[in-house]
């Protein structure tokens, strides 16, 4: 299982960015999602988490009411919309396929990991 993410960028404080992760193959489907997140000299963090369905959703503190994690299963795509980027929020964003169907914010519950798509905020 190959994921690819995508929509990484340069953005103001401010700004949106719409990150997008998909897959190789349609069992993504089946499983859960999540989006992880990791700055120069941090340890990669959660940030977004997202069930099978689509019907359970979870958050990191310091990105609710900003971020929304979606997905359409017609095309084996999750889509993390980021709304009111702040330069905290810059990082290199890696989606990752969960073992399980669940949500889950332990990143050793997932078995596939995408590239990572650089997200940069400028102040």
């Known amino acids: 299982v190959q994921l690819q993410a995508s929509g990484g960028g340069l953005v103001q404080a401010g700004g949106s960015l719409r990150l997008s992760c998909t897959a190789s193959v349609r069992t993504f489907n089946d499983y859960g999602v999540g989006w992880f997140r990791q700055a120069p000299g941090k340890e990669r963090e959660p940030v977004a988490s997202?069930?099978?369905?689509?019907?359970?959703?979870t958050y990191a503190d310091s990105v609710k009411g900003r971020f929304i994690i979606s997905r359409d299963r017609g095309v084996s795509l999750v889509i993390l919309q980021m709304n009111n980027l702040q330069p905290a929020d810059s990082a290199v964003y890696y989606c990752a396929r969960n073992r399980y169907s669940g949500i889950s914010d332990d990143p050793e519950t997932y078995r596939y990991w995408g590239q990572g798509t650089q997200v940069t905020v400028s102040s």
């Open positions: 997202i069930n099978w369905s689509g019907g359970i959703t």
